[in-house]
């Protein structure tokens, strides 16, 4: 199975800062994803990418933006934080799984809260 | 806009029974659905994927999915109170190879 790492747990960062969340997966396995959970609203797609400098947007992008220079790499940009945007973060690769060859591998998240 | 409906509930059912849960989907072409366990603090797992119609099973876990009335279920037989977690049920966009997720539904286990 893949590995997902997340930069960090838990961040707090104020209002209008700017604000990177990396993932990095241990092979170099095309899809990643960006999802954000919050309570009663489950996850919700931020951003994708097929490839090294390809990003395609999901359902809820706006505020957002993402860099993927290297394939293991998909970093998150938050670039003017704001409170509406506190949430849990997490990341996702696409790989081959016991279960399905769509399988989605998740990272442990990081809790932001923006104040 | 896809979009899956699962009730948030809590569920509780006592060690040993069968819990039940639930989800219906609004396109009406889908057909490969994921159900991740989610336990609190932690990020999601894959336990069952199915496509197609029919029924899939692994282990205490039954997977079903009736596409002509939209719903997808996961059975749990035998439940433990480690199987107490919120589990989502999610749709996979073939096209964009990404998951649309229902809210998810709290299983709480009773010893």
């Known amino acids: 199975d893949v590995k997902v790492t997340q930069s960090s747990r838990y961040l707090v960062k104020r209002t209008g800062e700017k604000v990177f969340l990396e993932c990095v997966q241990d092979m170099d396995h095309e899809n990643m994803f960006w999802y954000r959970q919050d309570p009663g609203l489950g996850l919700r797609l931020i951003y994708f990418?097929?490839?090294?400098?390809?990003?395609e947007k999901g359902d809820i992008p706006e505020g957002y933006s993402v860099s993927r220079e290297k394939k293991e790499r998909f970093s998150l940009i938050l670039e003017s934080a704001s409170t509406n945007q506190t949430s849990m973060y997490l990341c996702?690769?696409?790989?081959?799984?016991?279960?399905?060859?769509?399988?989605?591998?998740f990272g442990p998240g990081t809790r932001l809260t923006v104040l | 806009q896809k979009e899956v409906e699962q009730n948030s509930g809590p569920l509780s059912v006592p060690e040993g029974a069968i819990a039940s849960l639930n989800c219906t989907y609004s396109?009406?072409?889908?057909?490969?659905f994921f159900w991740y366990r989610q336990y609190s603090g932690k990020s999601p797992e894959l336990i069952m994927f199915i496509y197609s119609n029919g029924d899939k099973e692994d282990g205490r876990f039954t997977a079903q999915l009736n596409k002509a009335s939209q719903y997808v279920s996961l059975l749990i037989r035998d439940s433990q109170p480690s199987d107490s977690a919120t589990y989502l049920c999610?749709?996979?966009?073939?096209?964009?190879?990404?998951?649309?997720f229902g809210s998810g539904t709290r299983l709480q286990v009773q010893p």
């Open positions: 999610a749709e996979l966009d073939t096209g964009r190879r990404a998951l649309t």
């Open positions: 996702a690769v696409l790989a081959g799984g016991r279960t399905s060859y769509n399988e989605q591998f």
């Open positions: 396109d009406r072409g889908s057909q490969s």
């Open positions: 990418s097929y490839d090294v400098k390809m990003k």
